[in-house]
């Protein structure tokens, strides 16, 4: 029960003025605390990792290592004059194995020109065997294995025993040639002969050519 504020009886609750000093009594208000709304996390967009930095190579190559600037920067991709230097190896050895097959190829016509006619005079043919021959055989065949030494071993010392060795395939050739050209003629010279030179002189180039390509 309620107290009147002026004369300290109890009054009722529901008396607006007191009923014995006939002061108005102020009824109190009730106070109703609003409860805060809850609180609504909304969710944000899910996190989507970045690609991987896509760096490419040039063609039938693996792409260069993924490097970082001590930053965390990514660093930038290779440019065409940034390349890695077994990109330029690899390139050197495309060459060298062309080159060394080519005088493998070389020297084996050679080879096969020595079983073949060198000289041809009213329809009596003498073969390479039948003279020098012999000669062009094991050269030839040597200079072949040495090509191919160059090829498998990835070195340039063999070249120089090939290009010897073409040099001297060559060099008996061509001696034989003039010979039969002074003694019977132009006419005389039988196919035989033109493949064999044909083919020392391409070996030498390819002797040549091996040594002056770069590691």
């Known amino acids: ?10 009054i009722d609750a529901s008396t607006t003025f007191c009923p014995y000093c006939g002061v108005e009594v102020a009824v109190p208000v009730p106070t109703f605390e609003q409860p805060s709304p809850p609180s609504i996390t909304q969710p944000g967009p899910p996190d989507i990792p970045a690609p991987p930095l896509q760096q490419t190579g040039p063609a039938g190559f693996p792409p260069p290592p993924y490097t970082a600037s001590p930053s965390g920067t990514p660093a930038p991709p290779y440019q065409q004059e940034n390349y890695p230097s077994y990109v330029h190896a690899a390139e050197r050895s495309k060459a060298q194995l062309a080159i060394g097959l080519m005088g493998i190829g070389s020297m084996t ?52 025993i090939s290009l010897i060795l073409a040099l001297i395939t060559a060099a008996v050739f061509l001696v034989n040639f003039v010979d039969i050209s002074d003694t019977v003629g132009m006419s005389a010279v039988s196919f035989g002969m033109y493949v064999g030179i044909t083919g020392a002189c391409a070996g030498t180039v390819f002797s040549i050519l091996g040594l002056a390509v770069k590691k």
């Open 1 to 10: 029960m309620p107290y009147c504020n002026s004369c300290g009886k109890e």
């Open 109 to 160: 016509l050679s080879l096969l020109a020595s079983f073949l006619p060198w000289a041809s005079f009213f329809g009596i043919s003498a073969n390479g065997l039948d003279g020098d021959g012999k000669i062009t055989v094991v050269t030839a065949l040597l200079a072949g294995v040495f090509f191919a030494i160059a090829v498998a071993a990835k070195v340039k010392w063999p070249y120089i």
